[in-house]
């Protein structure tokens, strides 16, 4: 009988603590983590700088490449690098293109005197400025496309040559941005956010000595004015031009590619004898809004009408010679070897007399 009544109270004893030892609180939980000494990696826009190989040359950047078979070159491109490295005397030819470079300053150029081409393209550069140019007076070649320049570069050297600013951001061409570039023969301003009035009648008017002028893929309205008489290449593509002064191409004696496909030209927008040019090789209209085919000159070449709204064409009306002169002449025949005419509302056949017309055509595409 004892020994029942010890094992009840042993039980109930221990019944007692295992709930006094439930009720104990547990510990909280910590609700932040604890600090640490080491900071988290920044975030950066940018790959690591590519360092260029060892060079038996002592003033070569570490990031570049200077090759002894072209010691007055200096290869910079495709390295990751954010600023211009300082340029060797020995320089050239420099290669900046494909980098993250924003700014192009004249300290790095402070010993370049002889570089005469540059080549800044695939880059992200607002500004470059005009004292680079007096570090490197002879330079002949710039290119910079396809950065973020919002004006034309000032201060650029008499002795330039070649000038591409292609796929940038430029809506403005500071006055005399082009003084005493009488050398100047290529300008490239293509995809730019140029508009009417940021050409004046006077921005071109020291390019003596231009052959090529590209102004396609901008905002304007109008033919640019004052563009240089003895213009072998002008390209307006895509603007938004309606009208073309019956004048314009006045005292134009080398121009040889006029080209102003997608804009917004019409019949009425193209007086009867405006492309009457001896000189005129390539004329393209394509992608615009006329119904018949202009007026040219029998030296034409080329001559593309693909999508407007051309219902019919006849050879006739568009013969710029008389049918019934001697064919057997080779200066009088037209020499009209292409015509393009898809994309419009033509159907089969081809009109004969635009063959007995332009004996030298070999393609038509209709």
């Not at 320089?91 to 494909?98: A, D, G, I, M, P």
């Not at 924003?102 to 005469?116: D, I, K, Q, Y």
């Not at 568009?318 to 994309?343: A, E, F, M, Q, T």
Request: hydrophobic share 35%; aromatic share 8%.
């Amino acid at each position: 009988m004892k020994a029942g009544v010890g094992l009840l109270s042993a039980l109930a004893l221990f019944l007692l603590m295992g709930s006094a030892f439930c009720q104990r609180p547990r510990p909280k939980k910590p609700t932040r983590r604890p600090t640490t000494t080491k900071k988290p990696s920044e975030p950066t826009e940018f790959p690591p700088v590519i360092l260029g190989p060892p060079s038996i040359f002592p003033d070569c950047p570490q990031e570049c490449l200077c090759s002894p078979s072209y010691p007055s070159s200096l290869n910079c491109e495709n390295r990751n690098i954010r600023e211009v490295p300082v340029i060797p005397q020995r320089t050239h030819y420099l290669y900046l293109q494909n980098n993250y470079i924003s700014e192009v300053t004249s300290e790095p150029f402070r010993n370049a005197t002889e570089v005469s081409w540059i080549n800044l393209a695939n880059n992200r550069i607002v500004r470059i400025d005009k004292q680079v140019f007096e570090k490197i007076p002879g330079l002949l070649f710039l290119y910079a496309q396809k950065n973020l320049l919002k004006e034309v570069p000032v201060g650029l050297p008499s002795t330039l040559e070649q000038l591409s600013l292609s796929r940038n951001r430029i809506t403005k061409i500071p006055g005399g941005a082009f003084k005493n570039l009488d050398k100047l023969s290529l300008l490239d301003l293509y995809d730019n956010q140029l508009s009417d009035s940021d050409l004046g009648k006077n921005t071109f008017k020291d390019l003596k000595n231009l052959v090529q002028l590209n102004l396609a893929h901008n905002a304007l309205k109008k033919m640019p004015a004052g563009v240089p008489a003895g213009l072998v290449q002008l390209f307006l593509d895509k603007n938004r031009i309606d009208d073309i002064p019956k004048d314009y191409f006045e005292g134009f004696t080398h121009l040889a590619f006029v080209r102003l496909n997608h804009n917004q030209l019409s019949d009425k927008g193209i007086p009867k004898s405006v492309f009457n040019l001896s000189s005129l090789m390539d004329l393209q209209l394509s992608h615009n809004q006329l119904s018949m085919v202009p007026r040219f000159n029998s030296h034409l070449q080329h001559l593309h009408l693909n999508h407007n709204s051309i219902e019919s064409i006849n050879g006739t009306e568009i013969c710029p010679y008389n049918l019934h002169s001697d064919p057997s002449d080779p200066d009088v025949l037209p020499k009209l070897r292409y015509l393009r005419l898809d994309g419009n509302h033509l159907s089969p056949p081809i009109p004969m007399d635009l063959f007995m017309c332009f004996r030298h055509l070999h393609s038509i595409v209709i």
